[in-house]
């Protein structure tokens, strides 16, 4: 009877020991992730840049799977397992401590575009902006690659075996995907030739808006009605694609119409004084300024106006055009000039009847 009671105690002990590891970790984790984490990250915050956050995140779900990890592993461990199962828990353990690694990396690649920014400022090296969301998204895939080769390799796969078969299957995946294909190297074209970057008003036969991403596959577009359309690469670089915020200036060119009552001495000093507005504005380019007479239409003398604004932000030009419109009024109404509208004279042969 005490032999049983000795041996019942020991295998009751036995996942006592386990809970018990199991249970402490978990206490563990709690601490870290609500003591001494929040502590670095106010420590982080009170630093000049946001990236050592950033970095501080990218360690904090991680870190914490870790103690739970590392606690299972103490607790399997003491636990009456044959040499066959210990090494198949042993395999499991290093494939999530990998796992883990990788999602650190994967996590700092998420923020890389922070960090290349942060990079390029301190060293005064230009990049574009397109090229760093798509290197982030390249480093998150070959983080993937890496680790779910090493994992496959802990597994007794042969990884080697596996490179050598997709050279047979490379050509049937390209026939399968030339879309994707065709897409991937549409959004090469783009990097390499930059039509637009991140931020810029484009317009295109598909669509017309402010681009928000571009990806290998596809570049998103931010129209004016805030509605969000994805465009394939391959059909954005068959088109046309003009870029409006590459403008140095932005154009203001109209036809004034005054009453064919206007004198001609009256004419000729608004077209003299609108030229002058135009030079002295502050907002107006000076480079390139027409104002002229230019032709007799039907109902009225038309003054031909040409210039352009410094600014090219769409509502900056919008108050600039408005600014110009309302001095021209002004000269008008200075000098006594009407504006035409369109309107016809009829003229009777005989008088008509009363």
Known sequence: MEDFLRIWHQYLQIPAVFLSFLFIFYILSKIFDSFFYPIILKITEKTKTSVDTKIALAFRKPVKNFILLLGVFLG????PLSVEIYGVVLRLFRSLIIVLISSVFYNLASTSSVLFEKLTEKLEFEMDKILIPIFSKALRFII???SATIIAQEWGYDVNGFVAGLGLGGLAFALAAQDTIANFFGGIVIILDKPFSIGDWILTPQVE???EDINFRSTKVRTFAHALVTVPNSSLVKGPITNW???GKRRITFNLGVTYTTPRHKLQLCVRRIESMLKNH????????FVNFDSFNESSLDIFIYCFTKTTVWGEFLKVKEDVNFKIMAILEEEGVSIAFPSRSIYFENSLPK
């Open 282 to 289: 502050p907002d107006i380019h000076p480079e390139t300024i």
């Open 245 to 247: 915020s590459k403008m």
């Open 76 to 79: 399997v461990r003491t636990l």
């Open 144 to 146: 993937f690659a890496i």
């Open 209 to 211: 808006g402010t681009v």
